[in-house]
């Protein structure tokens, strides 16, 4: 670069503080003038905003009980960002909004979203929130943020804390519990009354037993006639009037002991045709057979239909035994679950009774907020020096460029 363009490019500050010095009436005039402008609008027209805080402190609890030791009931508490999300939830925000001390104060309809802008929430130190509402009336301000403090305080204890706001509810739930326990006992007392499971099963043994008996005797009389049809084959190859020899005369009359025997109620003629004698014949023993067969025969049939019925009898009293166990272990088990239950609210209205007399809660407004005397926006003093400054630097790129402007142009 050959020295006469370094010379023509170089920044002469003289000429730049003389041409400031020119304007700096115009300079100074303008940075009066924008800075009175900032004042008038920041204190005259722009909308004043107050801020009111409250704050609610974060504890543990200092008493905790547990009677159940399969139940821990030890309260968890959310973190930082969790704690200040759930204190701008919408139904909380809305609750707030809808307080008759918030409505009182508010002559126009406020849209929900306008009332939430208000509202900023921030944690302090790890357990303390700090709720500060914004609003152009500072008694108004100051009320929406004590009715917020108290909305968050319960909705915190009703979530994490020792659950005394739920005494009236448990107290409710036992009430009914105890209802469901009496007509549970009730049931089961009354179903007892007209269904004696004992009784069933008293009854079902005896027929289990009568029908072994009727069995047996069934068997018995298979054999029995089986042995007097064995009988009266070996005498059908004797002739008709031989005398009856003496071991089959005493083969039939040990059949008709055995007979008599089988069954009490048995009806057969005792005489010559059934007690054989030495004149007896084949063909009497022949007869007197055929009736003692016919009578057994008879007999089976009677007794294999008393076995039927005893059958179809115990069927029934099996499927009832059942029924009515079935029902009465239902009855009672029902009886005990209740009783479980309301053993378990007791125990449970026991623990909240012991937190609420120990004033044990999670959260507690500490500090309520004050009507703010100052505003806290717009700052009149801060936007004042802004204009002014904004006014100066604009006056001053004005002279620049006017002095530029109007110096002359050098040859090319």
């Known amino acids: 670069m050959s020295p006469e363009n370094y010379a023509e490019d170089e920044i002469d500050v003289r000429a730049i503080i003389l041409a400031l010095l020119k304007f700096k009436w115009w300079i100074l005039g303008a940075m009066i ?25 974060i504890v543990k609890p200092s008493t905790i009980v547990n009677f159940n030791a399969g139940i821990e009931s030890l309260p968890q508490l959310p973190d930082a960002k969790s704690m200040t999300d759930l204190t701008l939830a919408d139904d909380l925000v809305d609750k707030v909004s809808q307080d008759p001390q918030v409505a ?20 302090v130190g790890g357990n303390q929130l700090r709720l500060v509402v914004s609003d152009t009336d500072p008694e108004r301000a100051a009320v ?113 002991q055995r007979a008599s025997g089988q069954r009490d109620n048995l009806q057969l003629q005792v005489g010559t045709e059934t007690i054989p004698t030495q004149e007896a014949t084949v063909g009497a023993a022949r007869e007197s057979l055929a009736v003692l067969i016919s009578a057994l025969e008879q007999q089976k049939e009677d007794l294999t239909k008393a076995v039927s019925e005893k059958s179809d009898k115990i069927t029934y009293l099996v499927a009832r035994y059942e029924t009515v166990r079935y029902e009465v272990d239902q ?3 029902q009886r005990d679950l209740s009783r479980q239950a309301y053993d378990a609210l007791s125990t449970h209205k026991v623990e909240v009774q012991i937190l609420s007399e120990n004033n044990d809660q999670v959260a507690k407004v500490a500090g309520e907020a004050l009507p703010p005397v100052k505003p ?22 004005f002279a620049l460029v006017w002095t530029w402007w109007k110096s002359p142009k050098a040859d090319d």
Do not use: C
Not at 149 to 169: I, K, M
Not at 386 to 397: E, N, Q, T, V, Y
């Open 33 to 57: 003038v924008f800075a009175v402008a900032g004042y008038v609008i920041s204190s005259q027209i722009l909308e004043k905003q107050y801020q009111a805080t409250a704050y609610v402190m």
């Open 331 to 333: 009855l009672t088990l």
């Open 104 to 123: 009182a104060l508010t002559n126009t309809a406020i849209t929900y979203h306008d009332f939430r802008d208000k509202l900023t929430s921030t944690l």
């Open 376 to 397: 806290s926006s717009p700052r009149t003093l801060f936007i004042t020096g802004i204009a002014g400054i904004a006014g100066a630097f604009l006056s001053i790129a």
């Open 144 to 256: 929406i943020a004590n009715a917020w403090a108290l909305e968050v305080t319960s909705r915190f204890n009703s979530l994490f804390g020792s659950g005394s706001v739920e005494l009236a509810q448990i107290e409710n739930q036992l009430e009914q519990s105890r209802s469901e326990w009496d007509a549970a006992e009730q049931a089961l007392l009354d179903y007892l009354e007209n269904n004696n499971v004992d009784a069933w099963s008293i009854s079902l043994e005896q027929q289990k037993l009568a029908l072994g008996e009727l069995v047996t005797k069934v068997e018995g009389l298979d054999l029995l006639i089986s042995d007097a049809q064995t009988l009266e084959a070996q005498l059908e190859g004797q002739s008709y009037k031989d005398p009856l020899p003496l071991e089959n005369a005493l083969s039939l009359i040990m059949l008709n």
